[in-house]
């Protein structure tokens, strides 16, 4: 399929623009960041793309009709004027996610319900067989989605949701979503950094979301790289040569990016030894197992090794979902005496939702940036080190 499509990357909130810079970088064309996502258009080698190498996005989402959807009929109708034998074979699985704002129909269940039965309505119509419905892992995921009574119906390219990287084994404590660590480390300009050879250390690494997303960039490996499958995988329209191409690309770059990075760039620190022992076996799932050094040890004690200067990217506590007990004014200040003293002229990017706790940092940051992890409003402070 060569022809120019349309394509909807969907993001947490705040982190659009952030999308839209990756999706540019990757070098996709007519990029627009807008709520919830960012749009961009090419052949179906666009969306695989983004589907292989976002690490911010959440799904990647082809639209393949638009239609005025006031009542639960023009829901039923507009969906039976898509073609979609072309999508799927009549004995394959399909799942409709479904979500509505400021529209008559407003009950998820009631619209996917809908949705879906006039998918195999058609196909009963046509053939007098019907697919079933999988709603884990389909052939087919087709997305609904109603704004102003406006519904746009896509196909999910993506799948599972793309966060998944399929590398995280060991949960550890509060880990963030891999796309919210990747945000988090492109906004701090880690990637840029990451190419002058800069340092970056995480004090209290957890699971090292953050670190294993930075070693990710650091080697050039695509975060798609490790999943099985994709919501394109089983579609009748997939293109599998364009997708091969694109695979042996970024296996490529892959090989040249890992024996490229040195092991002696990337540190976490953690003061609870579980943590270290999943952030190693998920650096183990990642391919990347020498290639961050971790070690137990309190925020105190934290320091950098000899070399440049880099990044300190962490997300202490914040009360949310750790102990509430502990005493976390005390922790934020040792964490930015540790900082003072032992980072001279690295830049910071601490993460919290309990943006109160950061004065206790006694930092001045340079940038403050509102992110979400689901559904708690953080922010991501930004601070140049004296
Ligand atoms: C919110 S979690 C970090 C989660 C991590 N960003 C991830 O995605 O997996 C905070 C971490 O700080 C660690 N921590 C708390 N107090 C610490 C201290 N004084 N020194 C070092 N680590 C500490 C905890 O053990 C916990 O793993």
Redo the contacts with the bound molecule.
Sequence with gaps: MSEKLDFFATCAKGVEPLLAAELRALGLDAVRDTRGGATFAGPVAAGYRACLWSRLASRVLLPVARFHCPSPLDLYEGMRSVKWWEHLDTDGTLAVDFSASNSAITHAHFGALKAKDAIVDQFRDRLGRRPSVDTALPDLRVNVYLERDQATVSLDLSGEALHRRGYRVQ??????KENL?AAILHSARWPAMAVDGAQLV?????????LVEGALMAADVAPGLGRERFGFSRWLGHDGQAWGALVAEARERQAAGVAGLAPDRIHG????MR?VN??NENLYHAGLEDKVRVTR????D?EPQPGPPGLVV?????GE??GAD?DLAA?YA?LGTALKVNFPGWRAAV?TGNPDLAHHLRLAADRKVTLYNGPIVCRLLHYGIG
């Design positions: 949960g550890g404590k509060a880990p963030l660590a995480d004090p209290m690494c957890g699971a090292g979301t953050l620190y953690d003061r609870d943590s999943a952030l040890r309190a925020v105190e934290t962490v997300n202490p506590p914040y979902r750790l502990d922790l040792a993460f």
